[in-house]
């Protein structure tokens, strides 16, 4: 059995792999179908200053190996998810939790993140600066890399723990934004979001998601992802949790193979509940086939010759 | 609450009305449901085309059967409309909240597609002794199924736009011009049918909504919908089933 366990900025995990913010709730609701203990940790459903509603209904379609989603940020807001969903949570989960935290002003993010951090069971935040499914919001500081610096320098200053920025895909050059990143204080990077897409009604002739555009997840954006985290881990020195698309153990070894020091699981949770666990489990069988014994070994192999 | 992943085996399939079948499955998933109205969330093949599960409705269940009724409107249903007999299926069991069986005149409601989950429903108010009475609405005379099986609980009226059959119009003009009373009333259907239910009896009303759904066990949150109780509800997990009061018409 190969060692599983990797070190990041605030995140000492028994394995690479997590589910990914807004594929998993707040945790609890899988301890319906395994424990989740197993997780190397999980990033929490993105959060914001204020209680949101989010988008109007329908918010999913489907499209090719994957699905176009428009939830727009439902939340309770960072209080109820510190004083509710995380105690909710604790019972279930003993390792240190990822939060994602969203906003529409720089300011939002400041003080969720100044709130959030202080929580004893968050070991790390992930900024989303890529959010497309929110019209005020996200998506403008993670296409920019000065405001994407900036939102980064700030929330810095005031977090107590490690930051991660989860960059977006719908940009000219990932690269640039994640230097823009690092040199701004980043502790991490975690990519890719979504892609942003859309589907229509051939009667209607209408947009079936209501919020008219999507961000599009699953295996058939996994080539996409790989190329990022590639392009990205080998310009940039601090870690990258690389995610998009991963349905299994081999997916998990190409990722780390292209870059990545861990890995997030989304759509799958979805359409298998018991995603993370098969993987983990798969991920182990995997290695002991490939005869590595430190998945650390295998991190960034594409980067060699 | 448990919920079940599993396999269940196709052991019939029925055309019941046009491109509407009527599929049973065999396997031990099916303890898992606990209420009339709860739902399962069926992966329609090993393949990732058509990628999300497909969330159906639940006419009929044991402790080792479970029939759901499905019209063919897309891929994944045109799937499933072929499968064969022995064919397993990889299902999530055990969704959704059900209906609250109250004492009390009922009337059943239900609108084309959301007919079926009232029929074990009617069972159940059969058994404790409830007087039922339905009403069903289809498009055509072509679209009709399970008025027989509704018989079996007490009278069955239709409603077609069409006029093919039975009253012409919806559902609810078949309630008020035939005056029917009822304490209770249990209702599945279209968004429309509903909101007019909710709008026109905003008392003593469960009804049964449905959504597109990323996952169908309330960790996506595609299908939340504002509510008048709380800030929003998870269609897949705090519903399908809402209460009259609660829903906000056009909401």
């Not at chain 1, 701004?184 to 942003?196: E, F, K, P, Q, R």
């Amino acid at each position: 059995m190969a060692n599983l366990k990797v070190k990041l900025p605030g995140l000492e995990m028994k394995n690479p792999v997590i589910p990914a913010s807004g594929t998993f709730g707040f945790g609890y609701e899988f301890t319906k179908f395994y424990d989740i203990n197993i997780l190397g940790s999980i990033m929490l459903k993105g959060t914001t200053l204020e209680p949101r509603y989010g988008n109007p209904l329908p918010r999913i379609a489907e499209g090719p190996s994957g699905m176009l989603n428009a939830i727009g940020l439902q939340n309770p807001g960072v209080d109820a998810v510190m004083n509710e969903e995380l105690e909710k949570l604790r019972p279930h989960f003993s390792d240190k939790v990822i939060a994602n935290i969203g906003g529409s002003a720089v300011e939002d993010y400041v003080e969720t993140a100044k709130r959030i951090s202080s929580h004893d069971m968050v070991g790390a935040l992930e900024l989303n600066i890529s959010c497309p499914n929110v019209h005020s919001g996200g998506i403008q500081f993670g296409t920019n890399p000065q405001m994407a610096a900036e939102v980064t320098r700030k929330v810095k200053e005031v977090s107590q723990k490690p930051v991660y920025v989860k960059l977006s895909p719908n940009v000219t050059d990932i690269v640039e934004m994640a230097k823009a990143v690092e040199e701004a204080g980043a502790d991490g990077i975690s990519m890719i979001n979504t892609l942003v897409g859309m589907r229509f009604n051939l009667k209607t002739g209408k947009p079936i998601i209501a919020n008219g555009t999507g961000g599009y997840s699953g295996p058939a954006i996994f080539p996409v992802a790989l190329r990022m985290v590639h392009q990205v881990s080998k310009a940039v020195s601090i870690p990258v949790i690389g995610m998009g698309g991963i349905s299994c153990g081999k997916d998990v070894i190409e990722m780390m193979i292209a870059g990545a020091s861990a890995v997030a699981i989304g759509c799958q949770n979805l359409i298998d509940p018991y995603a993370c666990k098969t993987i983990i489990e798969d991920l182990n069988t995997e290695l002991d086939k490939m005869g590595i014994k430190d998945i650390n070994d295998i991190v960034g192999l594409s980067h060699q010759s | 609450m448990a919920n079940f992943q599993g396999l269940m085996e196709i052991t019939k399939i029925d055309n019941l009305a046009d491109d509407v079948y009527e599929m049973t499955l065999k396997g031990d998933g099916a303890k898992y449901i606990s209420q009339s109205g709860q739902f399962i969330n069926i992966k329609i093949n090993d393949s990732l085309q058509p990628y999300l599960r497909r969330p159906m409705s639940i006419s009929d269940y044991d402790e080792n059967t479970i029939v759901i009724v499905f019209k063919v409107v897309g891929l994944g249903t045109e799937i499933l409309k072929n499968k064969a007999i022995g064919d397993k299926l990889d299902c999530l069991i055990g969704l959704g909240n059900g209906f609250t069986v109250k004492k009390g005149k009922a009337l059943l409601i239900g609108g084309g597609l959301g007919t079926p989950p009232l029929y074990n429903l009617g069972k159940k108010l059969k058994a404790q002794g409830v007087e039922v009475t339905t009403v069903l609405g289809f498009g055509s005379k072509k679209d009709i199924f399970y008025e027989d099986k509704f018989k079996e609980f007490g009278d069955v009226y239709i409603a077609t736009m069409d006029g093919s059959v039975g009253i012409k119009g919806t559902v609810i003009d078949v309630i008020q011009q035939l005056n029917l009373t009822f304490e209770n009333y249990y209702t599945c259907g279209p968004e429309p049918m509903l909101d007019a239910l909710a709008l026109n009896y905003p008392e003593n009303g469960q009804l049964s909504f449905e959504a597109r759904m990323g996952c169908g066990f309330g960790a996506c949150m595609g299908c939340s919908c504002k509510v008048k109780t709380k800030p929003y509800k998870r269609i897949c997990v705090e519903g399908p089933i809402l209460l009259s009061d609660e829903v906000i018409v056009n909401g």
